[in-house]
Each structure stands twice: as C-alpha cells, then as structure tokens.
C-alpha cells in the first residue's frame, strides 16, 4: 500500500509570503492529486498531475516521479487561502487506487 | 450544473438507529464513491461503484451498506448507527474508475452518533 506524507502539518504565515506544502509518497505512481478543503467546507480539487508542473492563477505543482515528491506552491499568498491541503496519490487502475495524506493546515495573517 | 449533491448535511442519530445518506450526480460519471474524514486521519474509502449495478469494498467498510440501481445514484446506508461511525462523510465521483481522472467532490455530511 502507497504511504503519502506531507509536510508541514500545519503552516503560518503572514499574507504576500510564498507558502510550499510537500507531499511524498512511497510507491511509484500513475497520477497525483492536490485538494483544497476549506474550514466547514467541502473538498475541491486543485490540480491532478502525473509529471513536470502545472500552474493555475497563483497556484503551483510540481512532481518529480523519481523523487516521488510532489510540491504545492502559493505565489503571493491572501488570507482566502487559509484551508487543509491534501494529497493524494494513486498508482492507477482500479477504484481503490487513491491514498490521501492526512492534509496540511495551511494559515494566512493579514 | 449542481456537480455532487449530498443530503443532509447534519444528522444526529442514537446509538442502534439507521439511516440513509443521499449522492447524486448530474455529470454521467460512471465512478462513484464514500469517504469517512475524521481529525487526525486521511480520508478513507468506504465503498465504491464504477457503474450501476456495481459496487466494491473500500478500506473501512464494516458498519455501511451501498447500491447503485442508477448511474445518478449511490446512497451509503448505516444499518445500526454506532459512535464510531461520528465522522464527516463525503461523496465523491469521476468519469471512470483510475485515479487519473479528476474527482468532484459532495459539500459533506456531517453525522454524530450519541
């Protein structure tokens, strides 16, 4: 069975500064995904990525298949982006393919 | 497009009750799924369907039931609510069954068990 890390548990920081959420996983993978979970809220997904990077609005992530890590970068970071971060990998085909790591608690001070 | 729609969002049963919490989705996807979420731990799979008429075990299934009679639906049933079973749930879908399609998620349900 995949292990999936990340990194930091819980992260604070003040609003402008760029934020780096790590996820590391065990076992070779097809396809990585980051979701995004606000406070009382429901799950979105952020991105979904098998190699190299993808960018959407200030949002960044990267993989490294070798390293079997994956980073999660905000540029410019706002309080709105206070939420959980998770990731979650799969090693593809079949249902129950997706282990989550348990998220990271992410906080932006004005 | 309403995405995943989950019913009710809270719920509080006693220890012994059933219940019954409700996924929809109007996206035709074929791969639908329930998760748990509890503090300090990942989500973990209940049971999954990768189309009508079919479902599977997850990783924590004792305690849940499911069927999926129509591409649209897939209800998780607790026969006998215990409080282990407190946690938030949520529905999730996808166009197929490998983890290389991207999941829409339900808003949660959150249910206590006194």
């Known amino acids: 069975k995949n292990e999936v890390e990340q990194s930091p548990q819980n992260l604070t920081a003040q609003e402008g500064e760029f934020i780096t959420i790590n996820c590391s996983y065990s076992v070779g993978i097809s396809a990585l995904h980051w979701l995004q979970q606000h406070p009382g809220g429901g799950i979105v997904s952020l991105f979904m990525?098998?190699?190299g990077k993808k960018k959407h609005g200030r949002l960044i992530a990267t993989i490294n298949i070798q390293e079997k890590h994956s980073s999660l970068h905000i540029t410019a970071s706002h309080p709105r982006d206070s939420a959980v971060y998770i990731c979650a990998a799969t090693s593809g085909g079949g249902a129950d393919g997706l282990t989550f790591g348990k998220g990271t608690h992410l906080i932006i001070q004005p | 497009n309403a995405g995943v729609t989950q019913t009710p969002k809270f719920q509080v049963l006693k220890t012994g009750q059933s219940m019954t919490l409700q996924c929809a989705q109007d996206?035709?996807?074929?791969?639908m799924s329930w998760y748990r979420q509890d503090p300090g731990m990942g989500l973990r799979l209940i049971h999954y369907?990768?189309?009508?008429?079919?479902?599977d075990q997850g990783e924590v299934p004792n305690g849940y039931n499911v069927s999926r009679s129509t591409t649209e639906d897939f209800p998780l049933r607790l026969l006998s609510a215990a409080p282990s079973q407190t946690s938030v749930y949520f529905c999730a879908s996808s166009y197929s069954q490998t983890g290389a399609n991207v999941l829409t998620f339900g808003a949660g349900s959150r249910l206590t068990v006194l």
């Open positions: 369907s990768v189309g009508a008429g079919i479902t």
């Open positions: 990525l098998s190699s």
């Open positions: 996206m035709n996807h074929e791969y």
